[in-house]
């Protein structure tokens, strides 16, 4: 499968601040990918699709001025969390697929924890 | 909203099979069944897919009901390295897009 790399692993910010998380497809071209977040002892939450030169579509309730999303290459897309407040605190994963295709895997990264003091 | 079901957890013993059921009642004719598992802290790990035929590979075999409302994901001979949480998702056709939309999921326990 395809090789899904998110850096940074962790991150602790002081709250006010914006923290910037990268997903790099490192053996795939992918036209699609997805940024989910997950809070403790929940399921992976849906955010945002974005799709290599176009905007992001978010999901509904998610704040797109606050999750500033790019994916302007077919192997890197960035998740910017914009003054970031203890709330935002969470474990950030995002995906990689090939757009239009929904019978293939999608692939993961390890995912981002966030922790903002 | 999710369009799987799927019981809350399930124990199951080292070495024996274990059979994670889901039910998916409402699904389309060009969805996909998909299964992934989630071991504590990490991202997501594909398992197995199909569309109506079973399907078999080097981790899982996935069955699916004829009429395609259920599916059972068979792990042959569990491990305490599948103590997971594992996930039956619907992949929405077309109309949405490619995406992926998580439920809870199976909290499996393997036990020795």
């Known amino acids: 499968g395809a090789v899904v790399s998110q850096h940074p692993s962790w991150v602790i910010c002081k709250s006010g601040t914006s923290v910037k998380i990268e997903c790099r497809s490192l053996d795939f071209q992918a036209t699609t990918m997805f940024w989910y977040r997950q809070f403790p002892k929940q399921s992976l939450m849906l955010m945002a699709t974005?799709?290599?030169?176009?905007?992001?579509?978010?999901e509904q309730g998610v704040e797109k001025d606050k999750f500033l999303i790019n994916h302007a290459s077919l192997t890197l897309s960035t998740l910017t969390v914009t003054s970031a407040h203890p709330e935002d605190s969470s474990f950030y994963i995002c995906?990689?697929?090939?757009?239009?295709?929904?019978?293939?895997?999608?692939?993961f990264g390890q995912g981002t924890r966030l922790t903002v003091v | 909203d999710a369009k799987t079901t799927q019981p809350p957890s399930m124990d199951c013993a080292e070495g024996r099979a274990a059979n994670l059921p889901c039910n998916h009642s409402?699904?389309?004719?060009?969805?996909?069944v998909y299964w992934y598992r989630q071991i504590h802290s990490q991202g997501p790990q594909y398992i197995i897919h199909g569309l109506k035929n079973n399907e078999t590979n080097e981790m899982a075999s996935l069955i699916i009901t004829e009429d395609r409302k259920s599916s059972t994901l068979i792990l042959p001979h569990a491990t305490l390295r599948d103590t997971a949480v594992y996930y039956c998702i619907v992949r929405f056709g077309s109309r949405y897009g490619n995406k992926l939309v998580f439920g809870a999921g199976t909290i499996l326990r393997v036990k020795s």
């Open positions: 974005s799709n290599e030169g176009s905007k992001a579509t978010y």
């Open positions: 995906s990689v697929s090939d757009r239009g295709q929904w019978n293939t895997e999608a692939f």
């Open positions: 409402t699904i389309s004719g060009n969805e996909y």
